[in-house]
Nanobody, 123 residues
Framework: QVRLVESGGGLVQAGGSLRLSCAAS????????MAWFRQAPGGEREFVAA????????YYGDSVKGRFTISRDNAKNMAWLQMNSLQPEDTAVYYC????????????????RGQGTQVTVSS
């Protein structure tokens, strides 16, 4: 059974940082691209960041470029999202997702998805 479990969310003041973790199990992790998406209350799900299966390339949504960093460790079956300079508009539920072989732009492109972790940024 494949599981993606996010952790590390919480409440932080504007300008602060959080590091989200995604622990994967039950899949050949090194064969999967990983991505983070987010969904704010009443909003649509938004692409945040993605990393190739090998970790050699990363991609970011325009709203987080220069502030967020995605990374992974294939030996540990883990992916992370380092979030700096957080702003209230970053408040959302953050989801990690895994897609076999390649990156896709949409949440539904991904084979497996986690349950999400809440990030709340206060002003």
């Amino acid at each position: 059974q494949v599981r993606l479990v996010e952790s590390g969310g919480g409440l932080v003041q504007a300008g602060g940082s959080l590091r989200l973790s995604c622990a994967a199990s039950g899949l050949a992790f090194s064969a999967y691209a990983m991505a983070w998406f987010r969904q704010a209350p009443g909003g649509e799900r938004e692409f945040v960041a993605a990393i190739t299966a090998s970790g050699d390339k990363t991609y970011y949504g325009d709203s987080v470029k220069g502030r967020f960093t995605i990374s992974r460790d294939n030996a540990k079956n883990m992916a992370w999202l380092q979030m700096n300079s957080l702003q209230p508009e970053d408040t959302a539920v953050y989801y990690c997702a895994a897609r076999y072989y390649g990156i896709g732009p949409q949440f539904d492109d991904y084979n497996y998805r986690g349950q999400g972790t809440q990030v709340t940024v206060s002003s």
